[in-house]
């Protein structure tokens, strides 16, 4: 005889120790369990998709980059920013040079802007280098040489 009753909730056999187990019943039972478990891991609303994982696990990045010069240089990241705030190493955020502020760090948001000398695209960011000021300020955010931190959030 088969099992004479079983469990409230996933419906597995529960032998009493008259019952003669099949192996259908053990072929059922793993069914059971392998959906119920499967259905469980799968489901979204309560575990984190890889992506959500990856972004919890490692919510920013950081990347190093040597200037090029280059006025509206575009660097690609691997996924959508969100935020980048970028620095340029040994330098003050913002120093005056002959009555031009240069500007040596920037931050922006991904569907807000930022401080003007960067910008965040779905690919990546853009850095701005000025030779010349305007309105009494100057980007250098890609001097030719320089040397720069940038820390991009996913």
């Known amino acids: 005889m088969a099992s004479s009753s079983f469990t409230t909730h996933l419906g597995l056999c529960d032998w009493a120790a008259s019952d003669r187990p099949k192996r259908a019943d053990f072929v059922s039972d793993n069914h059971i369990i392998d959906s119920t478990v499967g259905g469980h891991i799968a489901d979204t609303t309560k575990h984190l998709t890889a992506a959500e994982k990856e972004k919890a696990l490692s919510p920013y990045t950081t990347m190093i980059y040597s200037g090029s010069g280059v006025d509206n240089r575009a660097l690609t990241t691997d996924f959508a920013p969100k935020m980048v705030m970028v620095y340029k190493k040994n330098a003050a955020p913002?120093?005056?040079?002959?009555?031009?502020?240069v500007v040596n760090s920037g931050t922006a948001v991904y569907g807000s802007g930022g401080s003007g000398g960067v910008s965040v695209s779905s690919t990546g960011f853009v850095v701005r280098q000025q030779s010349?000021?305007?309105?009494?300020?100057?980007?250098?955010?890609?001097?030719?040489g320089g040397q720069y931190l940038a820390i991009v959030f996913r």
């Open 132 to 144: 010349s000021a305007s309105d009494g300020m100057r980007f250098n955010l890609n001097e030719n």
């Open 94 to 101: 913002t120093a005056i040079d002959s009555g031009t502020a």
